[in-house]
């Protein structure tokens, strides 16, 4: 009975490993590549972090020597502050202005599709031409402000690039141009996913516009919101190229991002330790909002079945 109940068991451990065997054997290098080059990097990050390399990988073991001397270090705390500052605006006006501009365009205006043209087209520029375009704009010379004072306006200011304590405000308005159109094109697949009785039940008992978008509306899109925040929040975390072309993190360090400060650490300073330290740390930023979103996603819907 036991030879039996064996011979079922490889039997269907059989149908299983040569069920879909066509799709497994093409999902195999996807699954290779995120062993190896995610998690396996992941790893190798990690435990990096904890030695005190410098130019080249060392297997010299010094425990949070290197995560004491990052929160230590005024560049880095600089670049959390400025991270958290430029991360709850972003995300706050790139969602409200996104919904607020699906909600006008779904009115059924006139010209709709050239209106969702030329707001998407920003997210179609990569952050080194957007930091480029309003690093030439706010230049103070050469920009908005030298043209309008070569036209007769000689009060007018417009260097915030050039002030630290303007700086952010300047990075935090290139941010909003470029996401803000992606995030409205989310927010207008939502709306039109609305079932079109909603609309009309709510105006039979005459619900005022704003109350339907507000406490029936939002409510049903949940996950579009929630997928809003998860892209917008982890292209929040991993800010740098916009820096770098805006204001390379000037004046001084006002204007610095974790990112940056990796990527100066491991390729212009030569300390691999510190860097893996802080990028371990913006991992670990990335876990903080990617974990709640997948429960909310998945372990919501496992509850439900």
């Not at 609309?199 to 406490?215: E, Q």
């Amino acid at each position: 009975m036991r030879y039996q109940d064996e011979g079922k068991a490889r039997r269907s451990l059989g149908r299983v490993l040569t069920h879909n065997l066509s799709a497994k054997i093409a999902a195999t290098p996807m699954v290779v590549t995120v062993l190896v080059v995610f998690i396996g990097c992941t790893l190798w990050t990690i435990w990096y972090s904890f030695t005190d390399s410098r130019l080249l990988p060392t297997g010299d073991f010094v425990g949070f020597e290197q995560y004491e001397r990052l929160f230590n270090t005024s560049r880095w705390n600089r670049s959390v502050s400025n991270l958290i500052w430029y991360g709850a605006f972003s995300l706050v006006l790139t969602l409200s202005l996104g919904f607020l501009l699906a909600v006008l365009l779904d009115q059924k205006v006139r010209f709709e599709s050239a209106f969702r043209t030329i707001m998407l087209y920003p997210f179609a520029l990569s952050f080194i031409v957007t930091g480029l375009v309003w690093q030439w704009i706010m230049n103070p010379t050469l920009g908005l402000q030298g043209t309008l004072r070569n036209m007769g306006w000689e009060s007018f200011t417009f260097d915030w690039i050039a002030q630290s304590d303007m700086v952010i405000y300047a990075l935090l308005i290139a941010g909003l141009w470029q996401g803000t159109g992606f995030v409205m094109v989310l927010m207008l697949a939502g709306l039109r996913s609305i079932d079109d009785d909603i609309w009309k039940a709510a105006r039979v008992d005459g619900i005022p516009a704003w109350r339907t978008y507000l406490f029936i509306v939002l409510p049903m899109m949940r996950g579009v919101f929630v997928t809003a925040v998860v892209l917008v929040g982890a292209g929040i975390v991993r800010l740098y190229d916009l820096v770098v072309a805006l204001t390379n993190g000037g004046p001084g360090i006002a204007s610095e991002v974790p990112a940056k400060y990796v990527y100066d650490y491991m390729f212009t300073a030569g300390n691999i330790g510190q860097a893996l330290a802080a990028s371990t740390m913006m991992l670990v930023t990335v876990m903080i909002i990617i974990v709640p979103w997948a429960y909310l996603e998945f372990g919501g819907r496992s509850k439900k079945s």
